[in-house]
């Protein structure tokens, strides 16, 4: 089971995940996500609160992927907010640490545009 | 406490003004008033309930006290409000549902994960499910369904101190760090209070915008129109 | 100490979570930390998920669950009856995309980082079975 939320705070969409994110849960994000993006022209970076995810596997990690793409086409970048140990080993896994930051509040994302 | 006693006429006014209808004057007084709530929760806090929980009842609490305070009493607002508080959360209790233990579950992962870094670094090695689960003095079974339970709402007073109004925007919005920032605090000061409080709660407190619809008394069509514009003014600012 | 158990339903997303949460329960009769019962479940996740997504896709069928240890050895055995995987090396290169077909290189990568030992056996439409095997140290 997931909940979450997505917003709009300036030039970034901040999506607040909570529970998890597998295969039956992501579309729901994904769709979320890529209507959020479409309706924002000026959104272009990814903020993902993940403290109280608990769980993703590579389901989760493509939706994030598919729209980290679409974010790079408008020159954004990723982050993830307060990824504990066990998310960010396999966030880590994936190779995620290679293209987002990681932080400790939306608001040191939001500094880091 | 005290800045309320002393600007009892202004209040008597706004709750004059919350109860004619004035969307302003009333998430004013809300806002005014959450630490108020704060401190009523806390006397309900060691009984296994949530503190979120708590707090939502109270807040509904404080908007029912804010609509029904009669004016023609001398009685300060906060003497009316305060038992109103307390009835809300007393009735929330009586009626609490099993949607509790999920909540329950949750406070244990994250006692959970505190044990295990804490049982690392005695044993030097992590923890096995049993150790914790003796440790945390509950089943294995428990302990991995709460490995998997969802976290339960969080809470306002996490970022609403017990400060001062003024003080608390200070608290509520990081030290701006650069002129971004410092333009972002100057532009929420120029807003209503009512229009500031939507982006605290929705910004910085991070409510969804049916919670800040039910803490303000509002529908959630309102608010989703009022943040749209709120956000579109703020950009204009910025 | 060892014992077992099997579990079948349908090959349907919604039964993804069930199935990590029950074989974490399982495994949890090991003396095994949260990590590692973190590893299993991100194994079983994906498994199950491959048998949803490639297995199944417009057809329906079921998956079985095997899951056994013997001491600390954990063995998990995820099977579906589907399509099969006609490219077996392929589907193995680990992809970056959403596409089903990288997705799946992914998905078994991540088994392969969470588990010890991994075989896949697949016949095209007859299906498609994985053997994962973790061995968890003793304390």
Redesign the interface.
Same mark, same amino acid.
């Given at each position: 089971?997931v909940?979450f939320?997505v917003? @709009?705070? =300036?030039q970034a969409l901040v999506a607040?995940l909570? =529970?998890?994110l597998?295969?039956?849960?992501c579309p729901q994000l994904k769709d979320a996500l890529t209507e959020a993006f479409e309706q924002n022209s000026q959104a272009k970076h990814l903020v993902f609160?993940v403290r109280?995810l608990?769980?993703i !596997?590579?389901?989760g990690?493509? @939706?994030i992927?598919?729209r980290y793409r679409a974010a790079q086409e408008r020159g954004g970048k990723l982050f993830f907010v307060k990824a !504990?140990p066990?998310i960010q080993? @396999?966030l880590r896994?994936? =190779?995620m640490h290679r293209i987002a930051e990681f932080v400790d509040?939306?608001?040191?994302a939001l500094?880091r545009v | 406490m005290a800045r309320h006693e002393t600007n009892s006429v202004a209040i008597r006014e706004l709750i004059r003004l919350a109860q004619a209808g004035d969307m302003n004057a009333r998430t004013k007084l809300v806002e005014d008033n959450l630490p108020l709530v704060a401190s009523v929760v806390r006397r309900f806090l060691n009984r296994g309930y949530d503190y979120d929980d708590l707090f939502q009842a109270g807040a509904l609490g404080l908007l029912k006290a804010i609509l029904g305070f009669d004016l023609s009493f001398d009685v300060q607002f906060s003497t009316y409000a305060v038992p109103m508080i307390i009835g809300e959360i007393k009735r929330w209790m009586r009626e609490d549902t099993p949607l509790h233990i999920s909540r329950s579950l949750r406070e244990l992962?994250a006692r959970a994960?505190a044990a295990q870094d804490e049982l690392s670094q005695s044993r030097g090695r992590k923890p096995t499910v049993q150790e914790l689960a003796e440790y945390l003095e509950v089943s294995v079974e428990e302990l991995v369904s709460a490995?998997?339970? %969802?976290?339960p709402v969080r809470s306002l007073s996490e970022h609403i101190g017990e400060d001062d109004d003024e003080a608390r925007l200070e608290n509520i919005i990081?030290a701006p760090?650069?002129e971004e920032?410092l333009a972002l605090r100057r532009a929420l000061k120029s807003l209503e209070p009512a229009e500031r409080a939507i982006i605290i709660l929705?910004?910085f407190a991070?409510k969804?915008q049916a919670e800040v619809a039910e803490l303000l008394g509002v529908s959630q069509a309102q608010v989703s129109r009022l943040e749209k514009r709120i956000?579109a003014e703020l950009?204009h600012h %910025? | 100490m060892k014992n077992w158990i099997k579990l079948e339903f349908p090959g349907t997303? $919604?039964n993804?979570?069930f199935a990590?949460a029950a074989i974490a329960h399982f495994a949890a009769q090991l003396e095994i930390t +949260?990590?590692e019962l *973190?590893d299993i479940? $991100?194994a079983v996740?994906?498994a199950v998920?491959n048998c $949803? $997504?490639h297995g199944y896709r417009e057809k329906s069928g079921n998956v079985v669950i095997e899951a056994s240890y013997e001491g600390q050895r954990l063995e998990i055995v995820v099977e579906d009856f589907g399509h099969g995987i006609p490219d077996i090396d392929a589907a193995q290169e680990t992809g970056?995309?959403?596409l089903p077909e990288e997705?799946m290189g +992914?998905?078994l990568?991540?088994m392969r *980082?969470c588990m010890d030992e991994l075989y896949l056996y697949s016949r095209v439409d007859e299906g498609t079975k994985v053997v994962m095997v973790k061995n968890i140290p003793p304390r």
């Amino acid at each position: 089971m997931v909940r979450f939320s997505v917003k @709009v705070v =300036g030039q970034a969409l901040v999506a607040t995940l909570d =529970g998890d994110l597998d295969l039956h849960t992501c579309p729901q994000l994904k769709d979320a996500l890529t209507e959020a993006f479409e309706q924002n022209s000026q959104a272009k970076h990814l903020v993902f609160d993940v403290r109280h995810l608990t769980f993703i !596997d590579s389901s989760g990690l493509g @939706v994030i992927l598919g729209r980290y793409r679409a974010a790079q086409e408008r020159g954004g970048k990723l982050f993830f907010v307060k990824a !504990d140990p066990r998310i960010q080993r @396999v966030l880590r896994l994936s =190779g995620m640490h290679r293209i987002a930051e990681f932080v400790d509040s939306t608001a040191e994302a939001l500094d880091r545009v | 406490m005290a800045r309320h006693e002393t600007n009892s006429v202004a209040i008597r006014e706004l709750i004059r003004l919350a109860q004619a209808g004035d969307m302003n004057a009333r998430t004013k007084l809300v806002e005014d008033n959450l630490p108020l709530v704060a401190s009523v929760v806390r006397r309900f806090l060691n009984r296994g309930y949530d503190y979120d929980d708590l707090f939502q009842a109270g807040a509904l609490g404080l908007l029912k006290a804010i609509l029904g305070f009669d004016l023609s009493f001398d009685v300060q607002f906060s003497t009316y409000a305060v038992p109103m508080i307390i009835g809300e959360i007393k009735r929330w209790m009586r009626e609490d549902t099993p949607l509790h233990i999920s909540r329950s579950l949750r406070e244990l992962a994250a006692r959970a994960t505190a044990a295990q870094d804490e049982l690392s670094q005695s044993r030097g090695r992590k923890p096995t499910v049993q150790e914790l689960a003796e440790y945390l003095e509950v089943s294995v079974e428990e302990l991995v369904s709460a490995m998997e339970a %969802l976290s339960p709402v969080r809470s306002l007073s996490e970022h609403i101190g017990e400060d001062d109004d003024e003080a608390r925007l200070e608290n509520i919005i990081p030290a701006p760090a650069n002129e971004e920032g410092l333009a972002l605090r100057r532009a929420l000061k120029s807003l209503e209070p009512a229009e500031r409080a939507i982006i605290i709660l929705r910004y910085f407190a991070e409510k969804s915008q049916a919670e800040v619809a039910e803490l303000l008394g509002v529908s959630q069509a309102q608010v989703s129109r009022l943040e749209k514009r709120i956000v579109a003014e703020l950009r204009h600012h %910025l | 100490m060892k014992n077992w158990i099997k579990l079948e339903f349908p090959g349907t997303s $919604v039964n993804v979570g069930f199935a990590r949460a029950a074989i974490a329960h399982f495994a949890a009769q090991l003396e095994i930390t +949260l990590d590692e019962l *973190e590893d299993i479940k $991100v194994a079983v996740s994906e498994a199950v998920s491959n048998c $949803v $997504v490639h297995g199944y896709r417009e057809k329906s069928g079921n998956v079985v669950i095997e899951a056994s240890y013997e001491g600390q050895r954990l063995e998990i055995v995820v099977e579906d009856f589907g399509h099969g995987i006609p490219d077996i090396d392929a589907a193995q290169e680990t992809g970056y995309t959403t596409l089903p077909e990288e997705r799946m290189g +992914l998905g078994l990568t991540f088994m392969r *980082e969470c588990m010890d030992e991994l075989y896949l056996y697949s016949r095209v439409d007859e299906g498609t079975k994985v053997v994962m095997v973790k061995n968890i140290p003793p304390r």
